[in-house]
């Protein structure tokens, strides 16, 4: 039996008829946030609930716990020097670790607010740092600790690589959650997970046209048919391979919903990783999957 489902013929040459669908580590009460480190073969991703990051070694296939406490961590990227990007429930922050393993605090207020709970993270080819920031770190004590707003919205922020000053850039989404550049920095991907906190609105994905330091107008990309788009990433042909429910869909840059690769349980998200960077890491709710795929990562 195939892993995936091809909606569209040019799905057959993204993928490896005879790949699996492996399982990788198990035990986790809600995964997500995955990074992959290229220099040490391995993948950083977030357990949020259990207050633990945790480390997949490509070399022996070991798990073991990277951080503990992680700070009810969720989204991780890597930035341009090969250092971990963090967003902190707990903390309402966004950190990066540095290459001798101290932590420095990137942003935690906007416009002398607190930050809600950063949520998802992307670095710019410029160093700028993105990040959305809904409310799931502060809406229970489940995944952080329960509070109110002092914001009293959920945005995408922009944090300056030279100067460190944080931004506003986007203000119109109910629960911005997943998002990505696009491989030539054109378009910035948005999930809208706004359907948690308003019945009946559509679980979506947004395009923005990036422009320059902030984004244009926002034009509706996706719309998920079950479930919710969460995180997600691009290959080097701009299509998206996102979470979207119970499964990973891939979409052509044009919209198209190329094929389907069924997980069996809630995906948060995805990252691509392995020597070749043609291996798609996934984490599904309480397990890490991989399976090796016929593209690879767009950076």
């Not at 599904?284 to 399976?291: A, D, E, P, R, V």
């Amino acid at each position: 039996m195939l892993p995936y489902v091809a909606h569209d013929p040019r799905f057959q040459r993204l993928v490896i008829g005879h790949a699996v669908l492996e399982t990788l580590a198990d035990g986790c009460r809600w995964a997500e946030g995955p990074a992959y480190f290229a220099a040490g073969r391995y993948l950083i991703w977030s357990d949020i609930p259990n207050d633990r990051m945790m480390r997949f070694d490509e070399t022996d296939a070991s798990v073991s716990v990277f951080r503990s406490p992680s700070f009810n961590s969720n989204g991780n990227t890597t930035d341009r020097e090969g250092r971990l990007v963090t967003c902190e429930h707990l903390t309402r922050r966004v950190t990066r670790t540095e290459h001798d393993g101290s932590v420095t605090v990137l942003a935690d207020r906007y416009d002398g607010k607190r930050l809600n709970s950063p949520n998802d993270v992307v670095v710019k080819s410029d160093g700028s740092i993105w990040f959305s920031d809904p409310t799931y770190g502060i809406d229970s004590d489940y995944e952080g600790l329960q509070a109110v707003s002092e914001i009293g919205a959920s945005n995408v922020y922009r944090i300056d690589s030279a100067t460190g000053h944080v931004t506003r850039v986007l203000s119109d989404r109910v629960k911005p959650n997943g998002l990505a550049f696009s491989p030539d920095e054109a378009t910035l991907y948005i999930a809208d997970t706004g359907a948690t906190h308003v019945d009946g609105l559509p679980a979506t994905i947004w395009a923005y046209k990036a422009q320059g330091q902030t984004v244009g107008e926002a034009s509706l990309f996706a719309t998920c048919p079950e479930g919710l788009y969460d995180g997600f990433r691009c290959d080097v042909h701009g299509n998206i391979w996102t979470s979207a429910g119970r499964s990973v869909f891939c979409y052509a840059p044009d919209g198209t919903h190329l094929g389907t690769i069924p997980i069996g349980e809630i995906v948060a998200n995805v990252c691509f990783g392995g020597q070749r960077r043609n291996r798609l890491y996934i984490c599904g709710q309480t397990s890490l999957y991989s399976i090796y795929l016929n593209t690879r990562a767009a950076v």
